[in-house]
């Protein structure tokens, strides 16, 4: 980042290389939408290469790019008028060698649930099992405590649990609440 911050752009593609594909898939968990995902990625990096200087790496350089594609996802969700609930088939989903159809229908089911989560349980659910932070490193990104992220992953996991459950009615939180 100190490098990235002198304007090295040498570095900046070194960053880009390693931050592009999973700003990708973290936007695309947030707004349902790939072209979305690329445009918040994108700029994320453009953000990071403007305001290098002002990380003061209190926290992991990580964190601090995940917490600008956070609340930029948050801006082009609401920017989006509908949600897209396709299914991406990935070379690891076909090369694995299981049941194809069957890897393809509990993905749907899974990112059908995951989609019925609002933007926030979404984002802890995506940041832990998706990308591997801890809840402090989560709590920097989202920008609020540890309590809160322990207890939005406790609401996604009974949600998901209650989406995903064979005798569920398929309602969104929406439609809950």
């Not at 070379?91 to 995951?114: F, H, W």
């Not at 405590?145 to 322990?150: A, I, L, M, S």
Request: with cysteine; glycine share 6%.
């Amino acid at each position: 980042m100190a490098a990235v911050a002198t304007g090295d752009i040498k570095a900046f593609e070194q960053l880009h290389g390693k931050y592009f594909p999973k700003l990708m898939h973290f936007a695309r968990r947030i707004t349902d939408s790939t072209e979305a995902a690329e445009e918040v990625a994108n700029e994320t990096l453009m953000v990071v290469w403007r305001t290098g200087s002002r990380f003061e790496g209190r926290s992991k350089a990580s964190s601090w790019i995940f917490g600008i594609a956070y609340r930029l996802s948050l801006k082009q969700r609401q920017k989006l008028s509908r949600h897209k609930g396709h299914v991406l088939l990935e070379e690891t989903l076909i090369d694995d060698g299981q049941n194809v159809a069957e890897t393809v229908m509990n993905r749907k089911d899974l990112t059908s649930a995951l989609q019925q989560l609002t933007p926030e349980l979404r984002a802890v659910v995506e940041l832990t099992y998706y990308n591997g932070y801890l809840y402090t490193e989560i709590a920097e990104i989202l920008d609020c405590p540890v309590g809160t992220v322990k207890t939005r992953m406790m609401t996604a996991r009974k949600r998901l649990r209650g989406f995903l459950s064979e005798d569920a009615p398929n309602y969104s939180e929406n439609e809950v609440a």
